[in-house]
């Protein structure tokens, strides 16, 4: 499968007398050599090769496809040891939270400005944001396996995020995480009965004769 020959996700088609661009050539000469792996591409084949890119948007403006929806996912390239696709972001659009279990990720911003929000498991066992970052044209990251994390554009009204990712092996296990895996899982619930605020004086003269598990109620003092 290659770029200028298949039917895009979403149905779309990439046009077979499209001009080449610097980046284009590039990239298609990244996807011969990667053809040659028959399962998955190292770390530091797949940084070398992406980190040469110099991409722009006009190189790949027939594999782009928007949605006021959702963000699109258009699968460029595919072998049995990766698969590449651009995916396009209205502003607002986030990906859900998710992880790429089995699959190396690497990630070519083309176009815009990408947030991507990492989440780490807490002691309780919710996951919670652990930090937030972000990255403009020709950023590159690549991680591995069970990271977790969010991507999204966050850029003012009118501002799209193009951006390619590679995975290694293809997708196949990665998994989609609800909100109530996160620290934020029950929020309107909580914020629609919190709890009352309970009064209870600490004494000068020390601790009451009471049990120090049944505090003396004063009062009650509702939200």
Partial sequence: MTLGEKTLRHGGLLKEGARAMDGRTALLELFHRWD????????????????????????VIDCTIFSDVAYQRVLIHQ????????????SGQRSPIHDHKGSICAVYIIEGTATETIYAPSPCGRLFPAHSRSAGPRSLCVSQDADIHQMGNLQPEGRDLVSLHLYSPPLSASRIYSIDDTTLGGHDVLSASRPQTILSEIRVDGPHALSPKHPTRVRQVTP
């Fill in 79 to 90: 072998s049995t040891a990766y698969e590449a696709l651009v995916l396009c972001w209205r």
């Fill in 36 to 59: 040659s792996f028959e399962s998955l591409i190292p770390m530091a084949e797949l940084r070398q090769g992406l980190s040469g890119l110099t991409l722009e948007l006009n190189d």
